[in-house]
């Protein structure tokens, strides 16, 4: 949705966007699964090389080269996405790497405190109010993500870095006056250039480039493009269209495919506290949803002025 646009109501318009999003993000483990042999710094740098290319033929396509160069003579618009694309680069090494070494739950946890700092951001930044039931759902999920934290201290760092990376990520996208497409654009163009170092100097190590090594390894890595620009845009076009706090529970689903992945393909052992939370947080989202679906209910049968 371009900047111009008025909002629609979050049900018809921002919900379908994110659910892809995060279906999405859900999955990628399965996909770094055949990019594991390649450093996650070195992946990282190939992944925003690929994701610049995808966004500029779509931009072409939809014709928003006028609004991307407004966006590009606006210093504060530029200003908010140098700092929003060094918060998604951080937030990719950190989450490539954690897959790499085995630390799959750790990201399962880090995505389950995000909606938190969604709700935390929407409250105190944006001024979003919430109503007593989603008050309880943030009561239940903090006490069951709490329950987590006592017992993975060690990996704490990993989780605590992609939530709030990820977090403060949308906040500022949400509030930066430029399009969805058009501003993932100028941040891929922004970490190209360290993108393109990275890669240049992985090609001079005694391993040499990972993109060189066979057909099949380039190409998955290719690939990343692809599930780099497609989530991150419907994103950005869920946040431009939802309360932050209502994208922040709906991101759960992300984590929980995540969870199942690192326990049924990953081999990682759930323990009762885990499981406790597990439990505990789906109690929160089933009071999120009831409260999202009740509020709508009210609106259909409310009597036109």
């Known amino acids: 949705m371009d900047a111009a646009q008025p909002p629609k109501t979050p049900l018809k318009s921002g919900v379908p966007a994110a659910f892809t999003a995060y279906l999405i993000w859900g999955l990628l483990p399965l996909y770094l699964i055949l990019v594991k042999s390649v450093p996650a710094f070195e992946f990282v740098g190939w992944r925003i090389i690929w994701t610049l290319p995808i966004c500029l033929v779509i931009v072409a396509l939809r014709k928003q080269g006028p609004e991307l160069l407004a966006a590009l003579r606006t210093p504060r618009v530029m200003l908010t996405l140098c700092a929003s694309s060094a918060l998604i680069a951080v937030n990719w090494v950190v989450y490539v790497w954690a897959v ?6 750790a990201a399962s946890l880090g995505y389950y405190i995000n909606p938190l700092v969604n709700v935390l951001l929407g409250t ?19 006490i069951g993500v ?22 403060t990520y949308g906040l500022l996208r949400k509030q930066v ?8 654009t100028i941040e891929s163009s922004i970490l190209l ?39 991150l845009l419907l994103f950005a076009i869920a946040a431009k269209r939802m309360d932050y706090s209502a994208l922040g529970f709906i991101q759960f689903l992300a984590p929980t495919i995540v969870f199942f992945l690192s326990l049924l393909v990953f081999g990682e052992q759930l323990n009762p506290v885990q499981l406790a939370c597990f439990i505990l947080i789906w109690t ?3 009071l999120f949803v009831w ?3 009740a509020k709508h209910r009210a609106r259909l049968t409310r009597p036109l002025a």
């Not at 105190?124 to 903090?142: D, F, H, N, P, Y």
């Not at 709490?146 to 977090?167: E, H, M, N, P, V």
């Not at 090594?213 to 599930?227: D, E, K, R, T």
């Open 100 to 105: 790499q070494n085995g630390h799959v739950l």
């Open 193 to 231: 250039t360290p993108a393109v170092l990275i890669a240049w100097h992985y090609s001079y190590s005694p391993a040499g480039s990972a993109f060189f090594h066979s057909p099949q390894l380039s190409a998955a890595i290719m690939l990343g493009g692809v599930l780099t620009a497609t989530p």
């Open 177 to 184: 006056a430029v399009g969805s497409l058009p501003g993932l």
């Open 124 to 142: 105190l930044v944006l001024g979003e109010t919430l109503s007593k039931r989603q008050w309880l759902a943030v009561i239940v999920a903090a």
């Open 284 to 286: 929160a989202i089933a």
């Open 146 to 167: 709490s329950l987590l934290i006592a017992g993975a201290l060690a990996t704490l760092w990993i989780s605590l870095t992609l939530a709030f990376s990820f977090g």
């Open 291 to 293: 409260d999202i679906v």
